[in-house]
């Protein structure tokens, strides 16, 4: 089976615009998390998404939105950008909506400038 | 809320020498516990799991992590470190009956001296 994978690997953008990240889980797998990774604040959850269902929400502004397909694939993005909005932008499919056991994507690394 | 410390933020070994990687964990049931693995600029890799059962889990790459209830904690072991396992291991935990998102700990650096 082919892994989790992220799209684009690395962005670069301005403060203020907006971007659009993608990820396709690992087939049959339906659920699919996001996360942001910077050095400082470490590794930190962002939402779930389940069958389309934003199941789980992380502390994040309303900025970070999500959404999930009905074939699992899930978008996020983040609006109105600010420099600390640069960090590695994980996510993560599980294969059940049962299960704590996730596999994750390379990342898309976000440059904000 | 369920919390996972790992103590050592950096720890430095010399190539084939012994690994142990501390992760203690605060929730009164039986978690659900993980370990990952992060190359630079890579994704998280799943190298070994606990749910039940034998608490001495064997992975991948030749780790393992021993499940110690009494201790709260699950390390992570390696007899002989390689120069290649030099990366950021992460350990996870998760609850029964939760949400279905494990708590991560903040990370350790793992520095192989050749």
């Known amino acids: 089976k082919a892994g989790v994978t992220q799209t684009p690997r690395y962005l670069i953008k301005t403060r203020g615009q907006q971007v659009t990240l993608s990820c396709s889980p690992i087939?049959?797998?339906?659920?699919v998390s996001w996360y942001q990774q910077t050095p400082g604040q470490g590794l930190q959850f962002l939402f779930e998404?389940?069958?389309?269902?934003?199941?789980n929400k992380g502390n994040f502004p309303g900025r970070f939105s999500g959404r999930q397909f009905s074939n699992s694939r899930s978008e996020m993005n983040v609006s109105t950008l600010e420099l600390g909005d640069s960090a590695l932008y994980l996510c993560?499919?599980?294969?059940?909506?049962?299960?704590?056991?996730?596999?994750f994507g390379p990342g898309t690394r976000l440059t904000v400038t | 809320a369920q919390s996972v410390t790992q103590p050592d933020i950096h720890i430095t070994v010399s190539e084939g020498a012994s690994l142990e990687l501390r992760c203690n964990y605060s929730?009164?049931?039986?978690?659900?516990l993980f370990w990952y693995v992060q190359s630079p600029g890579q994704g998280l890799q799943l190298l070994l799991k606990y749910f039940s059962g034998d608490t001495l889990v064997q992975g991948i790459k030749g780790f393992e992590a021993e499940f110690k209830r009494s201790q709260s904690s699950f390390n992570l072991r390696k007899p002989s470190v390689h120069w290649s396992d030099a990366a950021e291991y992460f350990c996870a935990v998760g609850v029964s009956g939760g949400s279905y998102i494990p708590t991560f700990g903040r990370g350790t650096s793992l520095i192989v001296h050749p």
């Open positions: 993560a499919s599980s294969s059940t909506g049962n299960s704590y056991e996730q596999y």
């Open positions: 998404y389940f069958s389309e269902t934003q199941r």
């Open positions: 929730y009164g049931a039986t978690p659900y």
């Open positions: 087939s049959g797998h339906r659920s």
